[in-house]
């Protein structure tokens, strides 16, 4: 499956020996890098032993590119060849599927250190051994507490040969993005989709299309991204969030909008290109 889907995940190591193992070790949320230039590597199996280091809520991730990866808590060190670094730098520096792995070792990690104790009866916690999931599972009253992610939508909304950009009072001046907003309990994404974009510009959609997802770890969300058709209303913007909205053409879509590593890039290129 290593080259169909590049990343496996897998409570037990798949390929090769503890030498070859990726670690992705943290440091109050900071990953271990080894640095060589001006390139970020992750430290195998062999470095961490050579380190002696002590590591904590160790996990076996699953493989990535038929490489086992792990992940773990360590206390900080002083070696010159090392640094700790965000995941915001760490992503600049590599491919994006290989900032994800990164990604999931902290989600992980979180998952494992945040529920050490039960929140029922406070007794601990520990990881359900059977299947694949990462369940925690509590030794007193069975209470089970699988990895958190929160969803949101994103959602590029047309009329004709234009499409709806807002610009967030978060954003920087003079910038402007399609619109996105997190999924409330119990709600389907189609329906987050007409409230969200009704909430912030005042105007309704139809026509709602799946376009794609992406994990944003930052901390733990996952954005769902869809078009939509323009249906009814005038743009009335809520002021609390979204600012200014407009519509706008391809031409004038493709000098404002802003490259990034989201999938709001993707939808805007998408409508450019279409
Ligand atoms: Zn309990």
């Given at each position: 499956m290593?080259?169909?889907?590049?990343?496996?995940?897998?409570?037990?190591?798949?390929?090769g020996?503890?030498?070859?193992?990726?670690?992705?070790?943290?440091?109050?949320?900071?990953?271990?890098v080894?640095?060589?230039?001006?390139?970020?590597?992750?430290?195998?199996g062999?470095?961490?032993?050579?380190?002696?280091?002590?590591?904590?809520?160790?996990?076996?991730l699953?493989a990535?590119?038929?490489?086992?990866?792990?992940?773990?808590?360590?206390e900080?060190i002083?070696?010159?060849?090392?640094?700790?670094?965000?995941?915001?730098?760490?992503?600049?520096?590599?491919?994006?599927?290989?900032?994800?792995?990164?990604?999931?070792?902290?989600?992980?990690?979180?998952?494992?250190?945040?529920?050490?104790?039960?929140?029922?009866?406070?007794?601990?916690?520990?990881m359900k051994?059977?299947?694949?999931?990462?369940?925690?599972?509590?030794?007193?009253?069975?209470?089970?507490v699988?990895?958190?992610?929160?969803?949101?939508?994103?959602?590029?909304?047309?009329k004709?040969?234009?499409?709806?950009?807002?610009?967030?009072?978060?954003?920087?001046?003079?910038?402007?993005?399609?619109?996105?907003?997190?999924?409330?309990?119990?709600?389907?994404?189609e329906?987050?989709?007409?409230?969200?974009?009704f909430?912030?510009?005042?105007?309704?959609?139809?026509?709602?299309?799946?376009?794609?997802?992406?994990?944003?770890?930052?901390?733990?969300?996952?954005?769902?991204?869809?078009?939509?058709?323009?249906?009814?209303?005038?743009?009335?913007?809520?002021?609390?969030?979204?600012?200014?909205?407009?519509?706008?053409?391809?031409?004038?879509?493709?000098?404002?909008?802003?490259?990034?590593?989201?999938?709001?890039s993707?939808?805007?290129?998408?409508?450019?290109?279409?």
């Amino acid at each position: 499956m290593g080259e169909y889907i590049k990343f496996e995940p897998s409570k037990e190591p798949l390929y090769g020996e503890y030498k070859k193992w990726n670690m992705y070790l943290f440091h109050k949320d900071k990953l271990l890098v080894k640095i060589d230039g001006d390139k970020f590597i992750i430290p195998n199996g062999d470095d961490i032993k050579r380190l002696k280091l002590d590591v904590y809520h160790l996990q076996c991730l699953g493989a990535y590119e038929k490489t086992d990866c792990y992940s773990g808590e360590i206390e900080e060190i002083k070696d010159d060849e090392y640094k700790f670094i965000d995941l915001r730098t760490y992503s600049k520096n590599i491919s994006h599927d290989e900032f994800l792995v990164g990604a999931k070792a902290l989600l992980l990690l979180d998952h494992v250190r945040n529920n050490q104790k039960c929140g029922v009866c406070g007794t601990k916690m520990i990881m359900k051994v059977s299947g694949n999931d990462r369940a925690m599972i509590c030794t007193n009253c069975d209470n089970m507490v699988w990895p958190k992610t929160a969803p949101a939508i994103i959602v590029a909304v047309t009329k004709e040969d234009k499409i709806l950009l807002a610009h967030n009072k978060m954003f920087p001046e003079g910038t402007y993005s399609v619109l996105a907003g997190f999924v409330e309990m119990g709600e389907t994404f189609e329906d987050c989709v007409k409230r969200e974009v009704f909430e912030e510009v005042g105007i309704k959609v139809h026509n709602i299309k799946y376009f794609g997802s992406q994990p944003w770890p930052f901390p733990n969300s996952m954005m769902i991204g869809f078009t939509a058709e323009y249906l009814e209303g005038e743009i009335k913007v809520d002021n609390e969030e979204i600012v200014d909205a407009k519509w706008f053409s391809k031409e004038e879509a493709r000098k404002i909008s802003r490259k990034s590593i989201s999938i709001s890039s993707d939808l805007v290129e998408w409508f450019v290109n279409r």
